[in-house]
């Protein structure tokens, strides 16, 4: 049997003026987000903060540290561990980051105390929370654009949170906790409230914490994120396939109880500037056939539609090109007929219908390090695997903490080529703003779908209409 494998090289991102580098940090630090120096260029960052007085002042003792700057971790591997390079407008983000007295709103620590003992201390919690984060965006006449939350450490320990950078990706299998999560239960309240906020716990801004990544990567990782959270573009992809305007789609599934339990279908989509808007779509079945979750035709067809209606409503009323799904389960004869007609309906021409999951099938390369990131295996017309997380040449060693996983892509049905799919799949693992380091297992698409999935379970009641990604991230 003769495999065809590939190593990609790592994919070239845009930043300010067009100009390209395919590390991020880099080409915020050289050239600054997307929009800088254009009339779109997102110029401040209005800052709001919950959280006790303890929290609150060692946040902000902390914010002055990142508003000098901060030396790189390792200066025998500056590209892995680089320099922040501070909240001058002049470089890195090119924007002020701004907090003012009145976006400042207190909790105590008798209110929290409170709160940790009651049964349901983490919906509890949440609640309280909630109510602070939401009063800033009530009462405020001048608006934050974000909210960072600061619990301190009696609510750490009471909740228990998962420690991890991008939904669970970096946990060890069985690590998972399955209860209800305080930060995906509070994300679902201020969905209802419609309010953006950053939850930071006190490791992250505490000298001397143990487990956590370096303070520059730290920094970089959470003002890129509330860059993003409040309105700009820190990156966008280069020109894909063909350079057809693209409509990205990821589709995974949540369980929900209403009426019972059923699985109700997330979809999010995004274009090439990491502009995402997040869809509900309808109820999912799991088939008899190939124990997977699917749609019918017609929920299928009016999911499509409406995300494609979205990307239009966003881009000059204009349709895309080509649409491409990342669906977490694969795709029925119903799923294809209703996903071709909405295509149809919209003219889009170019279709690419893939299945995205966890692959059993590990490869092995001479020496001590894993495989390279970008490394590509076709296995036959229908299958193949790809590393989306491996040894990092210009990091010089692979940064994860676990043996890398591959990713297993599956190809119903498609205009581009297997490799040309599998390199923008890899492109799009770059599009997560909550981390600067390119080492994401899942494209945004589906990444960002199934953590939407887990914080909707939690949601009261859900909004129906379209609404941004930075509410989920």
Not at 168 to 194: I, M, T, W
Not at 291 to 296: F, K
């Amino acid at each position: 049997m003769s495999w065809n494998v590939r190593i990609f090289n790592e994919p070239i991102l845009s930043f300010g003026g067009e100009n390209q580098s395919y590390d991020i940090r880099e080409g915020i630090q050289d050239f600054g987000p997307v929009d800088a120096g254009s009339s779109r260029a997102k110029l401040s960052v209005r800052i709001g903060i919950v959280g006790t007085p303890k929290t609150i002042s060692a946040f902000k003792q902390w914010m002055k540290t990142c508003e000098e700057g901060i030396a790189g971790h390792d200066p025998q591997n500056p590209n892995l561990h680089p320099a922040f390079p501070g909240l001058d407008p002049a470089v890195g983000f090119r924007c002020s980051f701004t907090i003012d007295p009145t976006w400042e709103s207190f909790v105590t620590e008798a209110d929290i105390i409170s709160a940790a003992t009651k049964s349901g201390s983490v919906l509890a919690l949440a609640s309280l929370f909630h109510k602070h984060i939401s009063a800033l965006f009530d009462v405020s006449s001048a608006k934050p654009d974000v909210v960072i939350c600061l619990p301190n450490d009696v609510v750490r320990k009471t909740v228990k949170p998962r420690f991890d950078d991008e939904g669970n990706e970096d946990l060890a299998p069985d690590d998972s906790d399955k209860g209800v999560d305080f930060h995906d239960y509070l994300k679902g309240l201020c969905l209802q409230s419609r309010t953006v906020f950053q939850l930071i716990w006190p490791r992250t801004y505490s000298e001397g914490a143990k487990g956590v990544q370096d303070p520059a990567t730290r920094a970089w990782n959470l003002f890129g994120a509330l860059f993003y959270k409040a309105g700009g573009i820190p990156w966008k992809l280069m020109k894909t396939p063909g350079g057809h305007r693209t409509c990205y789609v990821g589709i995974s599934f949540s369980i929900r109880p209403e009426g019972g339990t059923f699985h109700s279908c997330l979809t999010q989509v995004f274009n090439d500037r990491g502009e995402g808007t997040i869809l509900r779509g309808g109820l999912a079945l799991k088939s008899e056939e190939d124990h997977e979750y699917h749609l019918s035709a017609d929920s299928s067809e009016q999911l499509l539609s409406n995300a494609l209606c979205s990307y239009a409503s966003a881009n000059s009323e204009t349709f895309p090109d080509r649409v491409v799904i990342h669906k977490s389960s694969g795709y029925d004869e119903g799923e294809l007929r209703g996903f071709n007609a909405a295509a149809e309906k919209h003219a889009v021409r170019f279709r690419d219908f893939l299945a995205l999951r966890d692959s059993r099938l590990r490869l092995f390369r001479t020496g001590a390090y894993p495989p390279l990131r970008g490394t590509h295996l076709i296995m036959d017309d229908q299958n193949s695997i790809l590393y989306t997380r491996g040894s990092v040449p210009f990091y010089r060693k692979y940064p994860g903490p676990y043996v890398p996983r591959s990713l297993h892509i599956r190809y119903f049905q498609s205009d581009s080529a297997q490799s040309e799919l599998a390199e923008e799949i890899l492109a799009l693992t770059k599009l997560n703003w909550n981390k600067t380091q390119f080492d994401s297992f899942y494209p945004i698409t589906l990444g960002g779908s199934k953590r939407i999935g887990e914080i909707y379970q939690w949601c009261p009641d859900a909004p129906a209409d379209p609404i941004s990604y930075s509410f989920f991230m």
